[in-house]
């Protein structure tokens, strides 16, 4: 076991350089120059922008810039915004909780509902109840999230006046941030209604946010459900007598839930890029936003580090989500 | 879904009257842009002064509100020596600075913070100028103040004195800005003691009417007022800011009375905002212009013939009328009528494609083809240059001129629009920085700027325009200042190195019961005096 | 595939294939119903200067802002009303739809030429030169596809063509692993081998002998990725880096009409239910393409 996960962090390294690389050259290939794009409408005199790249380090050779640049990771370094002046990572920390906590929602708001129904549709395979919710999942696979959610806030916000229009919890309560996840902070602050007003500000984005993953879960489900019916175990299981509701839950039911959970896992990065549609429609204060923000303020330390973390945290959960598969399937790890 | 969404309405509705027992008066302001930092002096963006300089610190000088006058601040009085280079400030006594968990003060406001406050931004040496890595002092730098400040110094704890390179009468305006902004140096001090001087950046200390509670990134900022304040005090008890970057839902929340007031409206919806009930819109000219700047120096628009003929070639009305939805005053001046010493009397160039062929021929321009450059992105002078630059391209085909469209990336179009062999005009604008029509005229059509790099993008350099505006800076008195202004905006007139656009109107939609705002022609929003009625 | 002892021509054969083919394709009836709105969807764009009522850029500045023809204050010659600047929406939806067909087809064949090729390279050769080209896309994939897409746009500047192009970069990895698991599968089975030593060329073997026996599943992948491709250009237009304004692209009509959405529901509503249902149909006919080309799938 150990030498699987040591085998799979040694395969990391490489694509882990070249994600440095990726993330390092990308954004200095914007067209476009921070400096300039400071100084607006004023101008800026040759010998001022000449000063001005010189203090950021932007003079020096490209390739230096690099090695710099890794360097600096290497010691944490991310680099400093070159708009708020602040270390890129404190900001990308003070924002990150947001659209954690935005996707944890979401993909258990998925999973919580996805899940029963691609067995649902399984067990009843071909009734009416399979043909609806099948063909509704397909509908929630090819939704234009942006749309859903401008239609989802003029119709709940606007017109029912039932949900907020953005943000994260009302006004009204005002506590410390603790670990920056809105639900968990306002339970800690101990003010009555906190938790529910965060859970109410969360209901339209996550549910936006959870559409596509939960058609993709409940689709997986479905068919893996079929898949792990038609094996041999478990026709024998039916054929020695045993309840069907027994069959399902001990042996299909465990069976498909292999290839469910890599499907979760594998959703980060649909959710990662759904956060950025998603928080630009709520303006959700998130890293989503942030990114393309920073993108168009061609902020590159922002950018750069911005896509390395993201990056990172890709790989990081598809890293677990590969050594849950070798746990449970000892085939894998042994080859 | 329904019950759950109903339960959670009551509950929360629940929670806002336990959450507000001794009715404090919370305000609160839909804002549009993250601040980039809670330091005045090292950014530029009006978000980020509003957030910062304006509810938190205080400045020598002040402008007065709703004017771009000069009234006195944390200087309770001043004299300026006979050559107009020695300031002597007099100081305001009893200002207590604002306290938080990490800083207690010991004094009232002194000299010492002045000196500390344009000390650290002049000398690059000096401990707080780089304290945090990478800062630069823009607007410091842009104002000219490296050069024209030759010393700031303590004369006793009450008195200060600021000693100039040369006579400069837009002098106490560029201190009312808020990079002039006056930092407790005994804060600093602490700061820096403790190891995290960064924190002047992110836990502000000021004198104004606001302190500073929490920040929470692109999402919430909270203030309360100081009751300790010098001036007239707040009328509301808690301020908070509600980052909301997008228009529309800033409407929103306008209407659903999450907010009580919000910034910059899109044009679109302001005759629906007129028509609601429930809010209620300010108005005001803003202290800009849009323009369409000719390169000068390359024929044929070094002809003056040749400029004047493209301006009576376009339809400035019709531009107001599509592009700003009539949101806007046609500009004839490079300055906006807000601004003292905006000369009416002028006259602006009419309409007239005829008149605009014969001085065409006059000028021996036949078949002439140009570019028309339209910047890629929205700004407050301007809210859609490609669609103006279609209607100019339209108007210029019935005189015979062929026009075609360009634009480049933002941070492109602006160093491409500052190279001198430049082809083309340019689609660009200019917002006031603090009311002086010298931050203008000399800013946009000096020959000082008319360089590369110079943001005088018609490389317009008229000597005579240029004297004037020298007379004009260094003469300390108003009335003969405003003549000399007057005078330089007839010479720019009939050397039309530009054609002048548009002063776009700004708009302040605000919930019908919210009283005492003032709008400020230098686009700021300040709210020490808003009060809400229940 | 079928164990018919009777040698058949290459004619033949084919056409049982189609049959086959349709067989199982049409047996599933959300196939058919994806087909005929794709195959609607296509005619749009083709006869769309025909169709369209009016001309898509066309500004009506008498009417601006007409609701839907059914609808309080709606006039019958604007069927679905017109957008802020007075163009009928019905008439740029019909547009639209070529823009739609236009960027599926471009990116889906750059990416599955470049990502067959990549794919093929790696897979038969092998070695290093699988190592780096499948440290590559596993590169490509650390990056959430939308965020790289936007990067990529931002790098190649904001525009149609170049939307295109990102698009295409960030799908193509999906190609390429396809095809180069697909190869190394065929590479150890007989037929290979046999025409390996009757002398056939690598590329004789790339292209003529391997490839026609992996096309399922990049069949199945080319119309997954042409509905996301579609939704992914709309997406990146809403977010202001597709196509420019006045184009009349769906996304890019989402994204102008998005400060309207207080006044009028008509534009935000029809942009984004024409992206939904063509959407829907390709990737209704995709379910169907697999049911159909996958054999695995077919035994249940």
């Known amino acids: ?335 | ?534 | 595939m079928s164990d018919t002892p009777v040698k058949l021509s290459d004619a033949a054969i084919r056409r049982r294939m189609l049959a086959e083919f349709w067989f199982y394709f049409s047996r599933n009836r959300g196939a058919v119903v994806g087909l005929a709105v794709f195959v609607l969807l296509v005619l749009t764009a083709v006869f769309a200067d025909v169709l369209a009522p009016h001309n898509p850029t066309m500004q009506y500045r008498d009417a601006i802002l007409v609701p839907p023809s059914w609808a309080e204050g709606g006039r019958p010659d604007f069927l679905l009303g017109t957008d802020p600047v007075g163009r009928d929406i019905l008439s740029r939806l019909i547009k639209g739809s070529q823009y739609s067909l236009f960027i599926g087809i471009v990116v889906v064949s750059i990416a599955l030429a470049g990502g067959v090729i990549i794919g093929l390279l790696a897979g038969f050769f092998g070695g290093w030169v699988d190592v780096l080209i499948m440290r590559v896309m596993d590169i490509i994939l650390a990056f959430p596809s939308l965020l790289l897409a936007l990067v990529l746009v931002a790098i190649l500047g904001p525009g149609l063509t170049n939307a295109m192009i990102a698009i295409a970069i960030v799908y193509q990895p999906h190609f390429a692993r396809l095809t180069r698991a697909a190869v190394m599968g065929e590479l150890k089975r007989d037929y290979v081998s046999a025409a390996r030593v009757a002398g056939a060329g690598n590329l004789r073997l790339m292209f003529k002998t391997i490839l026609p026996n992996c096309l399922a599943p990049l069949i199945v992948q080319a119309t997954l990725s042409f509905s996301s491709a579609v939704l992914d250009s709309a997406a990146l237009g809403f977010l202001g880096m597709g196509a420019q304004p006045p184009a009349a692209e769906w996304g890019t009509m989402l994204a102008e009409a998005r400060e309207f959405i207080q006044r009028a529901w008509w534009v935000v509503t029809f942009p984004g239910l024409a992206i939904l249902i063509s959407v829907l149909a390709i990737n209704l006919m995709g379910d169907g393409l697999r049911d159909a080309l996958d054999p695995k799938l077919k035994r249940s």
């Open chain 2, 1 to 534: 879904m329904k019950l759950l969404s109903r339960s959670l309405i009551a509950a929360s509705a629940l929670a806002l009257y336990a959450a507000a027992p001794a009715m404090a008066k919370t305000f609160i302001y839909c804002s549009e842009a993250s601040p980039e930092g809670f330091d005045p002096s090292p950014y530029t963006a009006g978000g980020t002064f509003d957030a910062s300089a304006h509810p938190i610190y205080n400045r020598l000088t002040e402008f007065k509100k709703g004017t771009t006058e000069i009234e006195p601040g944390l200087a309770e009085s001043w004299e300026v020596s006979e050559d107009g280079t020695e300031y002597t400030f007099r100081l305001r006594q009893g200002v207590k600075w604002h306290s938080n968990e990490k800083f207690t003060p010991t004094r009232d406001f002194n000299a010492d913070d002045v000196v500390f406050s344009f000390e650290r931004q002049a000398n690059a040496d000096h401990p707080w100028n780089q304290y945090i890595a990478g800062v630069t002092y823009e607007y410091f730098n842009s104002m000219d103040m490296p050069n024209l400040v030759k010393s700031v110094e303590k004369i006793d704890d009450y008195t200060v004195k600021i000693t100039l390179t040369q006579s400069e009468a837009p002098f106490l305006a560029n201190i009312a800005m808020p990079f002039a902004s006056i930092i407790s140096k005994e804060y600093a001090d602490t700061l820096e003691a403790a190891g995290t001087k960064e924190d002047l950046n992110n836990l502000p200390i000021g004198t104004g009417p606001f302190r500073f509670v929490a920040y929470q990134k692109d999402a919430v900022i909270r203030y309360a007022k100081n009751a300790d304040y010098w001036g007239p005090a707040p009328l509301i008890d808690d301020l908070v800011f509600a980052i909301t970057p997008d228009a529309a839902v800033r409407l929103q929340k306008l209407k659903a009375g999450e907010c009580h007031l919000m910034p910059y409206p899109a044009p679109a919806d302001i005759e629906a905002i007129k028509a609601d009930g429930n809010l209620k819109l300010d108005e005001q000219a803003g202290l800009n212009v849009g323009y369409l700047a000719y390169n000068t120096t390359v024929a044929p628009f070094d002809d003056v013939r040749v400029r004047k003929a493209l301006n009576m070639a376009i339809n400035k009305q019709a531009i107001v009328d599509a592009v700003f939805q009539g949101h806007a005053e046609p500009a004839k001046n490079p300055i906006p009528p807000t601004m003292w010493s905006y000369n009416d009397a002028i006259q602006d160039d009419p309409y007239d494609p005829e008149a605009s062929k014969a001085l065409l021929e006059e000028a021996g321009v036949s078949g002439l083809s140009m570019e028309i450059w339209a910047m890629p992105v929205q700004r407050p002078y301007m809210p859609n240059a490609r669609r103006t630059a279609e209607l100019m391209q339209e108007d210029l085909s019935k005189v015979g001129v062929k026009a075609e469209i360009v634009s480049y990336e933002w941070g492109e179009y602006l160093s491409k629009s500052m190279e001198t062999g430049r082809k083309g005009a340019v689609i660009l604008g200019w917002t006031g920085d603090n009311g002086d029509p010298d931050n203008f005229l000399s800013v946009l059509l000096s020959c000082a700027s008319a360089v590369e790099g110079g943001a005088n993008r018609a490389f317009w350099c008229n000597e005579e325009f240029s004297n004037l505006l020298q007379q004009a800076k260094t003469n300390p008195d108003p009335a003969e200042r405003t003549r000399l202004y007057e005078e330089a905006q007839v010479l720019f007139k009939e050397q039309a190195p530009w054609f002048t656009i548009a002063h776009s109107t700004q708009y302040v939609p605000m919930r019908a019961n919210v009283s005492g705002f003032v709008m400020s022609p230098l686009g700021d929003f300040t709210f020490e005096t808003v009060d809400i009625a229940e």
């Open chain 1, 1 to 335: 076991m150990f030498r699987f996960i040591l085998s799979k962090l040694l395969y990391l390294v490489p694509t882990f350089l070249g994600i440095t690389i990726i993330a390092f050259s990308f954004p200095r290939l914007l067209a476009g120059d921070p400096v300039l794009l400071m100084a607006g409408e004023r101008g800026v005199t040759p010998e001022r922008h000449a000063q001005l790249t010189a203090q950021l380090g932007y003079d020096k050779n490209i390739v230096l810039q690099y090695f710099d640049f890794v360097g600096r990771l290497l010691h944490g370094d991310f680099g400093h915004s070159l708009v708020t002046k602040k270390p890129v990572l404190s900001e990308f920390l003070a924002l990150f909780p947001a659209t954690i906590e935005l996707g944890l929602v979401a993909i258990l708001l998925a999973t919580l509902i996805g899940v029963p129904i691609g067995v649902l549709a399984a067990i009843k395979r071909g009734s009416w109840f399979d043909q609806i919710s099948m063909t509704g999942a397909l509908v929630g696979f090819s939704m234009p999230i942006f749309w859903w959610g401008l239609l989802l806030i003029i119709f709940f916000s606007g017109y029912l006046g039932w949900t907020p229009v953005s943000g994260r919890i009302s006004l009204m309560y005002y506590f410390p941030n603790v670990t920056g996840f809105m639900l968990i902070d306002s339970l800690l602050s101990g003010q009555k209604g906190a938790f529910a007003s965060a859970l109410h500000y969360l209901i339209l984005p996550s549910v936006v946010l959870a559409t596509i993953p939960l058609a993709v879960i409940a689709r997986q489900t479905r068919s893996a459900m079929l898949e792990v019916m038609g094996e041999d175990y478990v026709r024998t299981a039916r054929a020695k007598g045993m309840p069907p509701r027994r069959v399902i839950a001990v042996h299909a039911l465990r069976n498909a839930m292999i290839p469910v959970i890599t499907t979760i896992g594998l959703q980060i990065g649909v959710l990662l890029a759904g956060a950025i549609l998603t928080e630009t429609i709520f303006s959700w204060p998130g890293i989503g936003k942030w990114m393309i923000d920073s993108i168009s303020r061609r902020d590159y330390p922002a950018v750069q580090s911005g896509l390395l973390l993201i990056a990172g945290v890709v790989m990081v959960v598809n890293l677990l989500v590969d050594l849950t598969y070798g746990l449970i399937n000892p085939r894998i790890r042994n080859k």
